[in-house]
Nanobody
Framework: QVHLVESGGGLVQDGGSLRLSCTAS????????MGWYRQAPGKQRDMVAV?????????ADSVKGRFTISRDNAKNTVSVYLQMNSLKPEDTAVYYC?????????????WGQGLQITVSS
């Protein structure tokens, strides 16, 4: 079972920056893609950015050019980061780290506990 621990949420002003971190431990060999999703109040959870085990990244159109995802594969952990620049009030949401892969022949999705990001205007 993959465990995810997130850090870096908080309150920032319009135009500011934040960096989110997520570290995966246990069964990291089973992880393929990692990424960040967000959910605003009353809305569905949407993909923000994902990065494959080969370092190929994909972004939601709304964050392209402002957010950058990166990944660090260490011996016993895998970490994914989200650098968020030029933040806007519409970026306000709970951000969730995700790890997807296969373990024991079955696909899985692991989620972090969520980080509140609030961008004030």
């Amino acid at each position: 079972q993959v465990h995810l621990v997130e850090s870096g949420g908080g309150l920032v002003q319009d135009g500011g920056s934040l960096r989110l971190s997520c570290t995966a431990s246990d069964s990291i060999f089973s992880i393929n893609a990692m990424g960040w999703y967000r959910q605003a109040p009353g809305k569905q959870r949407d993909m923000v950015a994902v990065i494959s085990s080969r370092g190929i990244s994909n972004y939601a159109d709304s964050v392209k050019g402002r957010f950058t995802i990166s990944r660090d594969n260490a011996k016993n952990t895998v970490s994914v980061y989200l650098q968020m620049n030029s933040l806007k009030p519409e970026d306000t949401a709970v951000y969730y780290c995700n790890a997807a892969g296969r373990l024991g022949g079955a696909a899985f999705d692991a989620w972090g506990q969520g980080l509140q990001i609030t961008v004030s205007s």
